[in-house]
Nanobody, 127 residues
Framework: QVQLVESGGGLVQPGGSLRLSCKASGRSFGFNPMAWYRQAPGKEREFVAG???????KYADSVKGRFTISSDHAKHTVYLQMNSLKPEDTAIYYC?????????????????????WGQGTQVTVSS
């Protein structure tokens, strides 16, 4: 079956950086789109960044200019480079993916676009 496994979370000081990875498996023909969501304590899950067709990207306003999403299609892996981290970035970060080889839509910031979800990785930004 399809599995998404996140890694790279941890504790970092404000202003620091982390790189999250998410490897998808269980499907031969790839995953598209792929995205990162996060959920902070007491808050709803929110979209962070998404990538389609290996190139086009979309970001939440709160992370634009600080986070970068990328993917390696051959490895079925999506990354999230997080720079200039702030305490308000503290959350559990979830990887999301849908089965597909080409995505022609524009609503890949919506959780309804994703069939598969990872278990999450904790990111804590604190001094």
């Amino acid at each position: 079956q399809v599995q998404l496994v996140e890694s790279g979370g941890g504790l970092v000081q404000p202003g620091g950086s982390l790189r999250l990875s998410c490897k998808a498996s269980g499907r031969s023909f790839g995953f598209n789109p792929m995205a990162w969501y996060r959920q902070a304590p007491g808050k709803e899950r929110e979209f962070v960044a998404g990538i389609i067709n290996g190139g086009n990207t979309k970001y939440a306003d709160s992370v634009k200019g600080r986070f970068t999403i990328s993917s390696d299609h051959a490895k079925h892996t999506v990354y999230l480079q997080m720079n200039s981290l702030k305490p308000e970035d503290t959350a559990i970060y979830y990887c999301a993916a849908d089965a597909g080889t080409f995505y022609s839509g524009s609503t890949y910031d919506r959780p309804s676009e994703y069939e598969y979800w990872g278990q999450g990785t904790q990111v804590t930004v604190s001094s």
